[in-house]
């Protein structure tokens, strides 16, 4: 089923949240699409606990708790949310309207597009093993089992070494509810802070937790079930572990991937925007953030989110075929109304 919309942002780093707040303030209210779990893009991602100490008015804060902030500041106008969600295709229909397709197979239809798409979509490291890619998504699941997948009784062997790693097979062996939980790592050493590997070490001791310290080299199946991965140990020999389950905890990293496909105007892998508006070379298509280009770029969080205020009045002068007011939120009744906030004192006197 196709939604129609006013607006569609593609990235929910700061720079795309920001994009909301604004388009709130316009009174278009927006679908949010971004391909993490979560919300943060950056910040929380490549940066979570580190201080950012530029956010004008926030002496400081960590990547995380600007995020936080930020999804408060949105909490106000109805956001459609699609996480976990990779936007694979923008196209323009005959009627100048903008139909975004995801792999997640929903599909809209919209008058303005806001690409706040940074870096690239987040996306996880996939595994290198020949055979496997028929098994994503059934017996394979990268970065966390799914809450549809049921783990009671089964083997989930998840893989890696770094802290995500470790966080997640010390959690499904806390939980007590798979027959068995491997952790696969090439190496007997975990990234990962003292209290989770104090955890880890506890519960290898009970054996609820198993550590496998071998390397996957290929895979054995039976008609349509992945049964085992074929690994190596430090010594050289092979064997066949088991499993129900894999779940590959590799790392995210971004990938600029479909935007380059769209038919918009790049330079050096940056789309270029007009700095009036941040339109792009398509019209109804705006980039805001570390995405676009134009003469002077920085790519900071406080141009972004100068560029997504400029944008919002753009689209909203497009949408309405009219001059938009600029009006402040201090003393704006029509503003207080879209923020849900009690009239100013001067207003109610
Ligand atoms: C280590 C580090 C420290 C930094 N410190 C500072 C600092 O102190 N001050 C400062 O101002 N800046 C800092 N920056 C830069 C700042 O983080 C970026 O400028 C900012 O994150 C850009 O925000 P954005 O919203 O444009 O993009 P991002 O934060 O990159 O977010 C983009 C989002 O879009 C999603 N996405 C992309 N393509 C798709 C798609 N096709 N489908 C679905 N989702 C998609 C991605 O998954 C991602 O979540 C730092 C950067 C790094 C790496």
Same mark, same amino acid.
């Given at each position: ?6 607006? &569609? /942002?593609? !990235? ?10 604004? =388009?709130?303030? $316009? #009174?278009?209210? +927006? ?125 989930? &062997? /998840?893989? !890696? ?10 959690? =499904?062996?806390? $939980? #007590?509810?798979? +027959? ?170």
């Amino acid at each position: 089923m196709i939604q129609e919309t006013d607006a &569609v /942002v593609i !990235g929910a780093g700061p720079v795309g949240l920001f994009q909301v707040f604004q =388009l709130g303030l $316009q #009174g278009i209210n +927006a679908h949010l699409i971004d391909a993490l779990p979560h919300a943060g893009g950056q910040c929380v991602e490549l940066y979570g606990d580190k201080p950012i100490y530029d956010i004008p008015g926030i002496p400081v804060c960590t990547g995380r708790e600007l995020a936080a902030l930020l999804l408060k500041q949105i909490a106000p106008f109805k956001t459609q949310w699609h996480l976990n969600t990779l936007v694979s295709a923008l196209t323009v229909q005959a009627d100048g309207r903008l139909r975004v397709e995801t792999t997640q197979g929903a599909q809209l239809l919209a008058r303005t597009v806001f690409i706040a798409a940074g870096v690239g979509a987040f996306v996880p490291r996939t595994l290198k093993v020949e055979g496997i890619e028929p098994f994503v998504g059934s017996q394979v699941h990268y970065q966390r089992v799914p809450a549809s997948v049921e783990v009671a009784g089964r083997h989930v &062997v /998840v893989h !890696g070494g770094d802290e995500p790693a470790v966080a997640l097979a010390v959690e =499904l062996a806390e $939980q #007590g509810a798979a +027959a068995r939980v491997s952790l696969l790592h090439r190496r007997d050493v975990f990234q990962a802070p003292d209290a989770l590997l104090q955890r880890l070490q506890q519960l290898r001791d009970a054996q609820r937790l198993h550590v496998e310290a071998a390397q996957i080299t290929g895979i054995e199946t039976a008609g349509t079930r992945l049964t085992a991965l074929l690994v190596v140990d430090p010594d050289g020999s092979t064997r066949p572990l088991a499993l129900d389950l894999l779940v590959p905890v590799l790392g995210i990293s971004p990938r600029l991937g479909p935007i380059a496909d769209w038919g918009i105007a790049m330079d050096r892998k940056q789309l270029v925007v007009d700095t009036e508006a941040f339109r792009t070379s398509v019209p109804g298509i705006y980039a805001v953030g570390d995405i676009n280009t134009y003469p002077g770029k920085r790519k900071l969080i406080l141009c972004g989110f100068h560029e997504a205020t400029l944008a919002a009045f753009g689209a909203a002068e497009a949408l309405k075929g009219d001059k938009v007011a600029l009006q402040y939120t201090t003393t704006s009744p029509r503003l207080h109304q879209l923020l849900g906030v009690a009239p100013a004192p001067s207003a109610a006197a």
